[in-house]
Protein backbone atom coordinates (compact mmCIF):
# COMPACT_ATOMS: atom_id res chain seq x y z
CA UNK A 1 0.00 0.00 0.00
CA UNK A 2 1.65 3.28 -1.14
CA UNK A 3 1.80 6.00 1.66
CA UNK A 4 2.24 9.45 2.85
CA UNK A 5 4.13 11.03 5.79
CA UNK A 6 3.78 14.35 7.13
CA UNK A 7 6.32 15.88 9.22
CA UNK A 8 5.23 18.40 11.76
CA UNK A 9 6.41 19.87 15.42
CA UNK A 10 4.22 18.97 18.39
CA UNK A 11 2.63 22.21 20.03
CA UNK A 12 1.12 25.59 18.37
CA UNK A 13 1.85 24.35 15.10
CA UNK A 14 0.33 20.48 15.79
CA UNK A 15 -2.66 21.76 17.41
CA UNK A 16 -3.69 24.49 14.69
CA UNK A 17 -2.94 21.72 12.19
CA UNK A 18 -5.92 19.60 13.48
CA UNK A 19 -8.44 21.72 12.19
CA UNK A 20 -6.96 21.56 8.77
CA UNK A 21 -6.14 17.64 9.05
CA UNK A 22 -9.59 17.49 10.07
CA UNK A 23 -10.99 18.32 6.48
CA UNK A 24 -9.04 15.56 4.75
CA UNK A 25 -10.30 13.69 7.32
CA UNK A 26 -6.92 12.58 8.70
CA UNK A 27 -7.19 12.44 12.54
CA UNK A 28 -3.97 11.38 14.73
CA UNK A 29 -4.21 8.14 16.88
CA UNK A 30 -2.47 9.79 19.03
CA UNK A 31 -1.35 13.19 20.98
CA UNK A 32 2.14 13.76 20.85
CA UNK A 33 2.03 15.73 24.29
CA UNK A 34 0.99 12.68 26.01
CA UNK A 35 2.51 10.24 23.96
CA UNK A 36 6.52 9.11 23.40
CA UNK A 37 5.71 7.95 19.84
CA UNK A 38 7.30 10.03 17.37
CA UNK A 39 5.48 8.39 14.83
CA UNK A 40 1.65 8.81 14.58
CA UNK A 41 -0.64 6.57 12.75
CA UNK A 42 -4.23 7.70 11.68
CA UNK A 43 -7.48 7.04 11.12
CA UNK A 44 -6.44 6.84 7.15
CA UNK A 45 -4.11 3.41 7.07
CA UNK A 46 -2.19 5.23 3.67
CA UNK A 47 -1.53 8.82 5.81
CA UNK A 48 0.76 8.73 9.32
CA UNK A 49 2.78 11.98 10.74
CA UNK A 50 6.41 11.97 11.81
CA UNK A 51 6.52 14.27 15.21
CA UNK A 52 10.24 16.14 14.78
CA UNK A 53 11.42 19.43 15.68
CA UNK A 54 10.72 22.31 14.21
CA UNK A 55 13.90 23.12 12.82
CA UNK A 56 14.52 19.82 10.96
CA UNK A 57 10.85 19.76 9.31
CA UNK A 58 12.15 21.18 6.27
CA UNK A 59 15.55 18.71 6.39
CA UNK A 60 13.24 15.57 6.88
CA UNK A 61 10.61 16.48 3.59
CA UNK A 62 13.77 17.60 1.54
CA UNK A 63 15.93 14.26 1.90
CA UNK A 64 12.17 11.97 1.29
CA UNK A 65 11.73 10.98 4.75
CA UNK A 66 8.61 12.51 4.63
CA UNK A 67 6.52 13.39 1.59
CA UNK A 68 4.93 17.01 3.06
CA UNK A 69 5.64 18.97 6.06
CA UNK A 70 4.18 21.98 7.92
CA UNK A 71 7.28 24.18 8.55
CA UNK A 72 6.73 28.17 9.60
CA UNK A 73 8.39 30.90 7.42
CA UNK A 74 11.40 31.86 10.16
CA UNK A 75 12.51 28.22 9.39
CA UNK A 76 12.35 27.78 5.89
CA UNK A 77 14.25 30.86 5.33
CA UNK A 78 17.53 29.77 7.58
CA UNK A 79 16.83 26.02 6.01
CA UNK A 80 16.71 27.74 2.50
CA UNK A 81 13.63 26.13 0.78
CA UNK A 82 16.05 23.77 -1.42
CA UNK A 83 14.11 20.76 -2.90
CA UNK A 84 10.83 21.76 -1.09
CA UNK A 85 7.62 22.76 -2.86
CA UNK A 86 5.80 25.47 -1.03
CA UNK A 87 2.07 25.55 -2.31
CA UNK A 88 0.30 26.80 0.74
CA UNK A 89 0.71 29.54 3.39
CA UNK A 90 -1.39 28.05 6.24
CA UNK A 91 -2.24 31.02 8.24
CA UNK A 92 -1.55 29.52 11.33
CA UNK A 93 0.49 29.72 14.15
CA UNK A 94 1.27 33.29 13.15
CA UNK A 95 3.81 35.14 15.17
CA UNK A 96 6.33 37.88 14.15
CA UNK A 97 10.45 37.99 13.38
CA UNK A 98 11.27 41.26 15.87
CA UNK A 99 14.30 42.93 16.90
CA UNK A 100 14.07 43.94 20.77
CA UNK A 101 16.97 45.93 23.20
CA UNK A 102 16.51 46.01 26.85
CA UNK A 103 13.93 49.10 28.20
CA UNK A 104 15.54 53.02 27.80
CA UNK A 105 18.56 51.48 25.06
CA UNK A 106 19.26 53.76 22.29
CA UNK A 107 18.17 51.66 19.15
CA UNK A 108 18.32 54.40 16.65
CA UNK A 109 22.03 55.45 17.79
CA UNK A 110 23.18 52.07 17.71
CA UNK A 111 21.91 51.47 14.43
CA UNK A 112 23.49 54.40 12.70
CA UNK A 113 25.06 53.34 8.94
CA UNK A 114 28.55 52.26 9.71
CA UNK A 115 27.71 51.23 13.39
CA UNK A 116 28.27 47.79 14.88
CA UNK A 117 25.92 45.84 17.16
CA UNK A 118 25.83 42.91 19.13
CA UNK A 119 22.51 40.14 18.48
CA UNK A 120 21.99 37.18 20.18
CA UNK A 121 19.62 35.00 17.86
CA UNK A 122 18.74 31.58 16.13
CA UNK A 123 17.78 33.47 12.98
CA UNK A 124 21.53 34.10 12.03
CA UNK A 125 20.63 34.49 8.14
CA UNK A 126 17.97 36.43 8.81
CA UNK A 127 19.39 38.35 11.13
CA UNK A 128 22.55 39.41 9.15
CA UNK A 129 20.47 40.20 6.19
CA UNK A 130 18.33 43.04 7.70
CA UNK A 131 21.33 44.09 9.79
CA UNK A 132 23.20 44.26 6.57
CA UNK A 133 20.58 45.94 4.48
CA UNK A 134 20.70 48.56 7.13
CA UNK A 135 24.12 49.02 6.24
CA UNK A 136 24.78 48.03 9.90
CA UNK A 137 27.72 45.90 10.83
CA UNK A 138 25.99 42.63 12.91
CA UNK A 139 27.61 40.61 15.15
CA UNK A 140 25.68 37.60 15.71
CA UNK A 141 26.01 35.35 18.71
CA UNK A 142 23.67 31.93 18.08
CA UNK A 143 21.89 30.87 21.03
CA UNK A 144 18.62 28.24 20.95
CA UNK A 145 16.27 29.54 23.87
CA UNK A 146 16.07 31.31 26.12
CA UNK A 147 17.30 34.65 23.97
CA UNK A 148 15.79 37.30 26.28
CA UNK A 149 18.26 36.75 28.84
CA UNK A 150 20.94 37.98 26.59
CA UNK A 151 20.86 41.43 26.99
CA UNK A 152 20.27 40.92 30.36
CA UNK A 153 23.71 39.60 31.14
CA UNK A 154 25.72 41.83 28.85
CA UNK A 155 25.94 38.82 26.05
CA UNK A 156 24.64 41.51 23.42
CA UNK A 157 22.80 44.42 22.90
CA UNK A 158 19.44 43.19 21.08
CA UNK A 159 18.14 39.96 20.20
CA UNK A 160 16.18 38.75 17.36
CA UNK A 161 13.69 36.34 17.96
CA UNK A 162 10.10 35.47 17.51
CA UNK A 163 7.41 37.84 19.19
CA UNK A 164 3.41 36.85 19.65
CA UNK A 165 1.82 38.09 22.55
CA UNK A 166 5.29 40.23 23.85
CA UNK A 167 4.59 38.86 27.24
CA UNK A 168 7.77 37.58 27.53
CA UNK A 169 9.64 40.30 26.69
CA UNK A 170 7.95 42.87 29.04
CA UNK A 171 8.73 40.23 31.26
CA UNK A 172 12.25 40.38 31.09
CA UNK A 173 11.91 44.47 30.84
CA UNK A 174 12.64 44.07 26.83
CA UNK A 175 11.13 46.76 24.34
CA UNK A 176 10.26 45.84 20.62
CA UNK A 177 12.40 48.14 18.28
CA UNK A 178 11.56 47.03 14.81
CA UNK A 179 9.32 44.16 12.89
CA UNK A 180 11.38 41.94 10.43
CA UNK A 181 8.92 40.18 9.02
CA UNK A 182 5.69 38.53 9.84
CA UNK A 183 5.49 34.71 10.08
CA UNK A 184 3.24 31.49 9.50
CA UNK A 185 3.29 28.63 8.69
CA UNK A 186 3.96 26.80 5.41
CA UNK A 187 2.66 23.33 3.62
CA UNK A 188 5.70 22.04 2.41
CA UNK A 189 6.09 19.08 -0.49
CA UNK A 190 8.83 16.96 -1.33
CA UNK A 191 9.43 17.80 -5.08
CA UNK A 192 9.93 13.72 -6.05
CA UNK A 193 6.75 13.06 -3.42
CA UNK A 194 4.71 15.49 -5.60
CA UNK A 195 4.99 13.47 -9.10
CA UNK A 196 5.10 9.74 -7.70
CA UNK A 197 2.60 10.01 -5.22
CA UNK A 198 0.29 12.67 -6.58
CA UNK A 199 -2.82 10.42 -6.18
CA UNK A 200 -2.03 10.86 -2.44
CA UNK A 201 -0.56 14.15 -1.95
CA UNK A 202 -3.04 16.46 -4.46
CA UNK A 203 -6.02 15.92 -3.30
CA UNK A 204 -4.76 16.82 0.28
CA UNK A 205 -3.06 19.88 -1.19
CA UNK A 206 -6.31 20.63 -2.59
CA UNK A 207 -8.45 20.17 0.59
CA UNK A 208 -6.30 22.52 2.30
CA UNK A 209 -6.22 25.27 -0.30
CA UNK A 210 -10.18 25.59 -0.65
CA UNK A 211 -11.00 24.92 3.40
CA UNK A 212 -7.88 27.99 3.46
CA UNK A 213 -10.07 30.18 0.72
CA UNK A 214 -13.24 29.68 2.52
CA UNK A 215 -11.65 31.14 5.81
CA UNK A 216 -11.39 34.88 6.11
CA UNK A 217 -8.45 36.15 6.08
CA UNK A 218 -7.58 37.09 9.88
Known amino acids: MERITLALSKGRIFTETLPLLATTDIVPQDDPETSRRLILETNRPEVRLLIVRATDVPTYVQYGAAD????????LLEHGGQGLYQPLDL?????RLCVAVPEGFDYG????????????????????AHFAAKGVHVDLIKLYGSMELAPLVGLADAIVDLVSSGNTLRANHLVEVEE?????????????????KRTLVQPLIDTFAETLHDQPDA
Open 109 to 128: AAVQLGSRIRVATKYLKTAK
Open 180 to 196: IMSISSRLIVNQAALKL
Open 68 to 75: LGIAGRDV
Open 91 to 95: RIARC
